[in-house]
């Protein structure tokens, strides 16, 4: 079945320490998308792709950054980990971004960190 | 700045019909986007307007007003399956999406 995976399901991190939350998708999509969702606010866009090899700072950047070697890879790096970015992280695809492409989530990754 | 106003909860009895609002105040308007999550879950596409006017699919409704920066979401013969939160996003000028907080419904038997 194609779609979007998201590892690790969920993860308890020290502060201070790194990490990296690895995506994948198997449907080709051009577009790729981290968000944060937290309790009592919308969904806020951390990094974006367009398209494989170019990336760009959505709302909430600081402390994050990502990649697009490819175009079914979209990691996300935590560089040095802080209690505030304690949240759940979804990453979607969408094949376009001007018309009514529909964004894909993946099932989330919930992060606690200490 | 941007801002996306859903109302936080509703509650609904099963087999009746329930309205959710959602008001936009966006850098441009590039479509409106609500999707479904069910708690725990990931969120997924339920219905886009980019156009004035009523869109109707099955059981669930979406209504835009552009001039108004104005949506709503309409679901009849609720099922108790329909509990989940309910997530209006708009599409700005940079083609990202700005979503709102989400409205948690609660259907009662």
């Known amino acids: 079945t194609a779609g979007i995976t998201q590892a690790p399901t969920s993860q308890i991190l020290a502060a201070g320490r790194s990490m990296t939350l690895r995506c994948t998708q198997d449907?080709?999509?051009?577009?790729m998308y981290w968000y944060r969702q937290d309790l009592g606010l919308g969904l806020r866009l951390i990094h974006y792709?367009?398209?494989?090899?170019?990336?760009g700072k959505g709302e909430v950047p600081d402390g994050y950054s990502v990649s697009r070697a490819n175009t079914d890879d979209f990691p996300l790096t935590l560089a040095s980990a802080v209690p505030s970015q304690t949240s759940v992280y979804f990453c979607a695809s969408s094949d376009g971004i001007t018309g009514q492409e529909t964004q894909y989530f993946g099932p989330g990754t919930r992060l606690l960190v200490l | 700045g941007q801002n996306i106003d859903q109302p936080t909860e509703m509650t609904a009895t099963e087999g009746a019909i329930v309205q959710i609002n959602c008001t936009y105040q966006t850098s441009g308007f590039n479509g409106l986007f609500w999707y479904q999550q069910h708690a725990g879950e990931a969120p997924t596409f339920l219905s886009y307007?980019?156009l004035d006017g009523l869109e109707e699919k099955g059981r669930f409704s979406s209504f835009l007003s552009r001039s108004k920066g104005y949506s709503y979401l309409l679901l009849k013969e609720l099922q108790m399956k329909d509990s989940a939160s309910y997530l209006c996003?708009?599409?700005?000028?940079?083609?990202?999406?700005?979503w709102g907080a989400g409205t948690k419904l609660i259907i009662k038997p």
């Open positions: 996003a708009v599409r700005d000028s940079n083609y990202q999406l700005i």
């Open positions: 307007n980019v």
């Open positions: 449907m080709r999509h051009n577009a």
């Open positions: 792709s367009n398209t494989a090899g170019t990336t």
